[in-house]
């Protein structure tokens, strides 16, 4: 069964020469050679710049001291190490950070930095589409329309903007900021697996970007044919975006439910590679007032989870502009955390990062849709 979406048409490309930057290894050996090296060359200066772009953060060509002057001239006149452009960046009180970045005109996503989180480090969240087809109930990224996949390329670069912003290159430096990635902003990464798992071999590269895959979480919201699959591919941390406990309610707040429900997405779940103590899933439930957050669902949750090595992230509703929720009290939230806590499953609170400047969880949303990357396309174009 295809589960990917077929989204390789892309008529939004930038015009002008093509970054390198964050390019996967085999597409810049690729380049190389349509530069007229031979294979065995290309495949050696295809390492050495990912080396100097992805491990030392590289914008130019002229510092890579281990190319030939002649090869880094060309180079330079065919190509360029540019990161896609910020069309905005904000900064929440909380030191949050959020970036809306330009991949082409017309396609913009949100990449989200949240500090201090656990004992030391951060994470960055990251997307994987542009716009949604899931319409979770709850999610406002779910109210945007499908613009397209994000390439690979475009993934990492949302990384390398942030490690730009942080002053943390090379990727050997001690007490890093940014510590964690998380594949939970927008878009549904089982919809864009291949995309999806080369970005984590970059990402995880020692000689890139070099952040482990035990420290690389990707959360669906129950692609379930796609999620044994992803651990066998990517070795990464697994996340249910889970959210009710019957698949009536599930059918409502997360419709993929409908093709593939709670029994469909355990067993999934249950052939997940490696799972352990120490590799356990963690399920996102989001608190919605009077929706999912009795004392009787907290029980059937622990059900649910029985015999998983797991753990419960509780999300307290992040409000967006016309939502039909509202978030549940707080001490409803400690009292339903208290039955599963009791049960043997860790299930901290997540305190809401960066809620002033839209950047919490469930409220990234960019300006880009069809109909406006159409327009833009044209107005980048000049086309009246």
């Not at 990384?159 to 998380?182: F, K, Q, Y």
């Not at 957050?293 to 949750?301: G, K, V």
Request: aromatic letters at 6%; proline letters at 6%; a neutral charge.
């Amino acid at each position: 069964m295809t589960i990917s979406l077929d989204l390789s048409r892309r008529p939004d490309q930038p015009q002008g020469p093509k970054s390198l930057s964050g390019m996967p290894l085999p597409a810049l050996k690729a380049e190389l050679e349509a530069l007229g090296l031979a294979p065995k060359q290309a495949g050696m200066r295809a390492k050495q710049v990912r080396r100097w772009n992805q491990f030392f953060g590289a914008t130019g060509f002229e510092g890579m001291t281990d190319i030939g002057k002649e090869l880094r001239a060309e180079l330079a006149e065919r190509f360029t190490l540019d990161r896609p452009e910020i069309a905005d960046h904000q900064v929440s009180r909380d030191g949050t950070q959020k970036w809306l970045t330009r991949f082409a005109p017309g396609v913009e996503g949100e990449s989200v930095y949240i500090p201090d989180v656990g004992m030391n480090g951060g994470a960055l969240c990251v997307s994987s589409q542009v716009g949604c087809t899931l319409n979770c109930t709850f999610c406002h990224t779910g109210t945007q329309a499908l613009v397209r996949n994000l390439t690979a390329q475009e993934i990492t670069a949302q990384v390398m903007i942030a490690r730009d912003a942080l002053g943390e290159w090379p990727s050997s430096a001690e007490d890093r900021r940014l510590t964690n990635i998380v594949f939970m902003g927008m878009g549904e990464p089982l919809y864009n697996l291949d995309n999806v798992a080369d970005a984590i071999d970059m990402i995880s590269d020692g000689d890139g970007l070099s952040i482990g895959r035990r420290r690389i979480t990707v959360s669906t919201a129950g692609v379930a044919p796609k999620i044994p699959e992803l651990g066998a591919r990517t070795n990464a941390m697994l996340a249910i975006s889970l959210h009710a406990t019957n698949n009536d309610l599930r059918n409502e707040l997360v419709p993929i439910n409908r093709k593939y429900d709670l029994q469909t997405l355990f067993e999934a779940i249950r052939a997940y590679p490696g799972l352990g103590n120490s590799r356990r899933v963690t399920f996102e439930y989001v608190m919605l007032k009077g929706i999912n957050d009795t004392p009787a669902e907290a029980r059937d949750l622990v059900r649910l989870l029985k015999g998983l090595p797991a753990k419960l992230n509780l999300i307290p509703f992040n409000p967006w502009p016309g939502s039909p929720y509202e978030c549940s009290d707080w001490d409803t939230i400690e009292a339903f955390a208290e039955i599963v806590n009791r049960a043997g499953y860790a299930s901290p609170i997540r305190t809401p990062r960066g809620r002033d400047i839209f950047a919490a969880c469930g409220q990234l949303r960019s300006e880009s849709v069809k109909k406006s990357a159409a327009e833009k396309r044209r107005e980048a174009l000049g086309i009246e």
